[in-house]
């Protein structure tokens, strides 16, 4: 039986309320991180990982989303005739290597970061598939595989494994606010034995975050339901996956590279300063500008 994974869904309904006015008419993940909107580069990870259908939800006035992934035959045509060869091809080559899908996300479901997932369950077959939130981006070592590509080879190489969630290592300090996994037999890879959302430190040995890079089986909609709200009234994923795991495996993948979230402009600038230090053609004067700034140097 193949375990190649053929679909994924990008997140990308969200409303932007942190970086109004800026989203007002631009969706978040449209922002750019150097030269790429944020949605772009989880793009590349999901066609780098052979994924073939990309479901992307959006919500009535995110359509930009939509037009950046679509050729445009005349921006092609403005390319080739001033000979900007390097952008026409940078520009063609990411929607050339999949099958995009748009949908609004239901406005008759619970708000919640389930809804989108639930919104497209018409399109999935009953096939596991990816998860990747709109906001999240990870930055891995130059030669090595994306995010996407990690969690599908693990996946791929557990017969057993149902599904898969992308981890990190966080400080101690931190574990409060995120969702921990707890691995069977504590080590950072394998079989999750719980997920505790924003725990005390005092009731988890575990460091290690899930965020959002996931594999899931279709069985996840006997419980990702319009009813099955939690807190606050909200319909969560994790929710699900929390009672997923009394019937499937779901393993957990610790990701080599950093994951950044872009939710809040703060970490929207980090993100795009740590994307720029990897550019060979940025590095250096993005370096002299920080210890210029630093030193209050004009």
Not at 84 to 93: A, G, H, I, M, W
Not at 98 to 114: C, E, K, S, T
Not at 243 to 259: H, M, P, R, S, T
């Amino acid at each position: 039986m193949s375990r190649k994974i053929k679909r994924a869904i990008i997140t990308a309904a969200g409303l932007g309320t942190r970086f109004l006015p800026a989203t007002k008419n631009l969706p978040k993940e449209m922002l750019p991180v150097v030269d790429k909107p944020i949605i772009h580069y989880i793009v590349e990870e999901c066609v780098e990982a052979g994924i073939e259908d990309i479901i992307i939800i959006i919500r009535p006035g995110n359509e930009s989303v939509m037009n950046y992934f679509t050729r445009s035959k005349h921006l092609e045509k403005q390319l080739a005739e001033s000979g900007k060869e390097k952008q026409l091809q940078r520009y063609t080559e990411m929607v050339n290597q999949a099958n995009f899908v748009f949908v609004h996300q239901d406005p008759d479901l619970p708000y919640g970061n389930g809804s989108p997932i639930l919104t497209a369950k018409h399109l999935l077959q009953d096939e596991p598939f990816v998860v990747c939130w709109g906001d999240d981006l990870v930055l891995t070592p130059i030669g090595a595989p994306g995010a996407v590509k990690q969690v599908t080879d693990f996946y791929s190489n557990y017969e057993d494994a149902d599904g898969a969630l992308a981890v990190t290592e966080v400080p101690r300090q931190d574990i409060s606010k995120l969702g921990i996994v707890e691995v069977e037999g504590g080590g950072k890879e394998g079989k999750i034995k719980t997920i505790i959302e924003k725990p005390t430190p005092d009731q988890t040995t575990s460091n290690l975050a899930e965020f959002g890079r996931m594999i899931l089986p279709p069985e996840i909609f006997e419980f990702l339901t319009p009813e099955n709200t939690g807190k606050d009234g909200e319909l969560w994923l994790m929710d699900s996956i929390h009672e997923l795991l009394a019937k499937k495996n779901i393993y957990a993948k610790l990701i080599n590279g950093e994951f950044l979230t872009t939710g809040d402009p703060f970490r929207f600038l980090k993100a795009s300063l740590k994307f720029a230090l990897q550019r060979d053609d940025l590095k250096d004067d993005l370096l002299k500008l920080m210890v210029d700034l630093s030193a209050n140097k004009p």
